[in-house]
């Protein structure tokens, strides 16, 4: 090979080799051939930890604040996020609780924790290796995450749920969703690959 | 115009952190990474979890979603009945997000992901740009066909009244979650690369 492999990149969908792209902050890369994006810069570091510290601090109201109550004829049910999952573990719904916790409370806090324990050594001028393990997992959760689907579905159950029953929303209700717009906006603005990135250019 | 690709030229591309080596080095030098040209299951992978997707499409269509008792009369909806109970109910467009997310997608979903099986197993690389352009939508849109499993599963949690009025999943629940898990996976296990290599 004649040709310096500090030079050249890959396109990730269509393998094909191209020169590398002077990286910049301001412009983004497409490959010429099947117009995936080569480079992109995301948000800065400290906009992405601000927004990602701010979902954790909704976090907390948002499960422990009473969610909605329902009311079916003067039966009245009032609930918070944590209180719910509780009862369901111990009633024998322990497919749907798994499936209702994972995808809304366990895994966005999972990944704002992931964040932060990925920018604030890269803060703190650790090397981009130190942080590869954390990086990879979010990564994978990355593909997974559904909060923005999540946030729909709440919209939408309770828009069933006012034709069966009189429901009255709690303060709980309105942290969760904030928590979870919060959370989608912190994902959208983080780059992953800003990471490795910003460590070739420091070289 | 020549265009080499990395199959040509005897490169690999880290997928973790984009770093660029020769074939033979097996584990990236810069984030010890394990690395790999092409995965040579990829097609079989995306092909059985195809398959197991289209199997399981039937019973999440036929069986009923969630079984709704109210006062001691237990009613059964499939996703069918789902979208005609908020057509008529005048929530166009609640009916609309629900057909396209339940019953739309995961169709097209599997169409197209059969589409770039064809494409690959039969060498079409003239069409491998608008095929990587259907890959990208299908991507992008599979998460969206949790929606109705997750209304359903907020609803459990939600009504929970004893006899008075309960709300319970049925089987049609778990089929549809096996099919939108299967789509994703083979959408996951597909490469576009391959859609683009001449052999």
């Known amino acids: 090979m004649s040709e310096n492999l500090e030079n050249i990149t890959i396109c990730k969908d269509c393998g094909l080799v191209l020169n590398k792209p002077k990286v910049d902050y301001k412009h983004q890369f497409h490959c010429p051939r099947c117009n995936a994006i080569v480079y992109r810069f995301g948000q800065d570091y400290q906009v992405v930890l601000l927004f990602a510290i701010t979902s954790i601090i909704l976090f907390f109201p948002a499960i422990f604040l009473p969610l909605l109550s329902l009311e079916i004829l ?130 | 115009m020549n265009y080499k690709s990395d199959k040509d030229l005897g490169l690999v591309l880290c997928s973790h952190c984009s770093k660029v080596s020769t074939i033979d080095v097996k584990i990236c030098p810069r984030c010890n990474s394990k690395l790999k040209q092409r995965d040579e299951y990829s097609l079989l992978k995306t092909l059985s979890f195809s398959i197991i997707a289209i199997i399981f499409l039937v019973p999440a269509n036929l069986l009923p979603m969630m079984y709704v008792t109210t006062l001691g009369v237990i009613e059964a909806n499939t996703i069918f009945d789902g979208i005609v109970y908020f057509f008529q109910t005048k929530s166009y467009l609640i009916a609309f997000v629900i057909f396209v997310a339940s019953i739309a997608v995961p169709i097209f979903k599997l169409a197209v992901l059969l589409y770039l099986l064809y494409i690959t197993k039969y060498n079409k690389i003239e069409l491998a740009r608008n095929a990587t352009r259907y890959y990208r939508i299908i991507k992008f849109i599979g998460k969206w066909s949790m929606l109705d499993i997750f209304v359903v599963a907020l609803m459990i949690v939600m009504v929970q009244f004893e006899n008075l009025s309960n709300i319970s999943a049925g089987l049609a629940a778990v089929a549809f979650t096996i099919v939108v898990v299967m789509t994703m996976l083979a959408t996951e296990s597909f490469d576009t690369r391959q859609l683009w290599d001449k052999d």
């Not at chain 1, 409370?105 to 932060?116: H, Q």
């Not at chain 1, 904030?178 to 959370?183: A, K, Q, Y």
């Open chain 1, 74 to 203: 003067e039966l009245k049910q009032t609930t918070t996020l944590v209180e719910t999952l509780l009862i369901f573990f111990s009633n024998g719904y322990t497919a749907i609780s798994i499936l209702i916790t994972f995808i809304g409370v366990i895994t966005p806090f999972c990944m704002l924790i992931l964040i932060l324990s990925i920018l604030i050594p890269l803060k703190l001028g650790k090397d981009a290796r130190f942080v590869s393990k954390p990086l990879k997992f979010y990564e994978h959760l990355l593909e997974w995450q559904m909060a923005e689907v999540y946030m729909i579905s709440i919209i939408v159950s309770i828009i069933k749920l006012q034709k069966m029953a009189t429901l009255s929303i709690g303060l709980g209700f309105y942290f969760f969703l904030g928590f979870l717009i919060m959370m989608f906006l912190t994902m959208s603005l983080f780059n992953p690959y800003d990471v490795w990135n910003d460590d070739e250019l420091q070289k």
